[in-house]
């Protein structure tokens, strides 16, 4: 049977279609309306006013690529002007060649690149010392998180350094579905109440941060990257993802096969929640060091850096927070005893006085403070 006629142009062969609507498009019609579709998200939301200088936090991968080029095709028409944001985690093996795919797109796109290194920003530390540090077991799968917290004041700073207005992100909607499926399987609340939202207007001193690509679905932005031929880097980190995530993202794939919609729901559900007066979480206050917005005294980047500085990484975060925040602050030094980072963790698992989880099983990771105290998010 020959492929259809494309459903919007009525002349070429549809070349796809649409996952959720089943609409067949040929490739350039599809691109069209994928670009059309963010446009109404920066637009419907008022994410990028006009004249916004926006930094793009660029990694090389699919995501912020697409976010990239999408961008630059609709910056006229949103009269904004972009600049590439890259991390430097200082991941070896990794993260130079992704760094590589960054400069060539910046190249052939002619946007402005910056790159910002944790080394560089965080006293030294780069995100294989901090694994060396935490673990003492070499890339665990709380690296992941703790490079989350990281990355994103990277990027922050990174922004400020390009006299950035606004940063975007390349989140795309199945993303925000395995966050807000976390969230509601941890009944964390406060998490879901915030990032329903499409992008935070910068409370405290940050800038203004949103997800173009929110309502995206992960299999059309790879299709709009196979149509308009981009290069991207893709592959994995080497440090493992954080575990329940991925335990969200099998149960969203059986969720997705059973009822095609069930991605945007999730997104679309946390959009609308209201929390009852009660269930509110107090509203949050600013770093004490930092400034940024934080729950307690400490934002979470100023408490995992203060921990590390302690050789107390595990303790950084959670409950223990409170701990190092008695004691004054201490300059950068990676090259810290491993052996200094055990003591008595703090979470709930380990009450009857246990050394830090999270080395061992499962079972204690799972149920962990310093997990679910976290923002799986950036
Ligand atoms: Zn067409
Ligand atoms: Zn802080």
């Known amino acids: 049977m020959p492929a259809p006629t494309c459903s919007s142009c009525h002349a070429a062969r549809a070349a796809l279609r649409r996952p959720r609507s089943g609409q067949a498009l040929c490739g350039s019609c599809f691109c069209a309306t ?20 926006v930094a793009v936090g660029a990694s090389g991968g699919k995501d912020s690529t697409v976010l990239a080029h999408v961008l630059r095709e609709l910056a006229p028409r949103l009269g904004i002007t972009l600049h590439l944001v890259a991390v ?20 052939r796109w002619e946007l402005p690149l910056t790159i910002v290194a944790y080394a560089d920003l965080f006293g030294g530390w780069t995100m294989d010392a901090v694994a060396r540090s935490t673990a003492g077991s070499g890339r665990s799968r709380s690296c992941c998180t703790f490079c989350g917290v990281l990355r994103r004041r990277a990027l922050e700073e990174g922004a400020r350094l390009v006299g950035a207005s606004h940063i975007v992100t390349g989140h795309n909607a199945d993303d925000m579905a395995e966050t807000v499926l976390m969230n509601f399987l941890r009944g964390d609340a406060g998490r879901l109440a915030r990032g329903g939202v499409l992008g935070s207007a910068g409370e405290g001193c940050a800038l203004p941060r949103c997800r173009p690509l929110q309502f995206a679905s992960q299999k059309e932005v790879v299709l709009y990257a196979h149509f308009r031929r981009l290069r991207y880097f893709s592959e994995e980190c080497v440090y493992a993802p954080e575990a329940f995530r991925g335990h969200a993202r099998d149960l969203l794939k059986r969720l997705e096969a059973a009822r095609p919609s069930a991605v945007l729901d999730l997104v679309h559900s ?28 400490l934002c979470q980047a100023c408490a995992l850096l203060d921990g590390l500085n302690r050789g107390l990484p595990r303790l950084a975060i959670g409950k223990g927070r409170r701990v190092l925040e008695d004691k004054p602050p201490l300059s950068g030094n990676p090259s810290s005893d491993p052996a200094a980072s055990q003591g008595p963790c703090t979470c709930e698992q380990s009450r009857d006085g246990a050394t830090l989880c999270g080395d061992g099983g499962d079972r204690a990771e799972a ?10 998010t950036e």
Do not use: N
Request: proline share 10%.
């Open 270 to 297: 946390a959009e609308r929640l209201a929390l009852a007066p009660a269930a509110r979480p107090p509203p949050p206050g600013t770093c004490s060091r930092c400034g940024a917005l934080a729950s307690h005294t």
């Open 34 to 53: 994928f670009e059309a579709e963010v446009l109404h998200t920066v637009l419907a939301g008022h994410l990028l006013p006009p004249g916004a200088v």
């Open 367 to 376: 149920t962990c403070v310093l997990q679910s105290d976290l923002s799986p």
């Open 88 to 107: 430097d985690e200082g991941i070896g093996g990794y993260r130079d060649a992704a760094l590589e795919a960054v400069s060539s797109q910046a190249a």
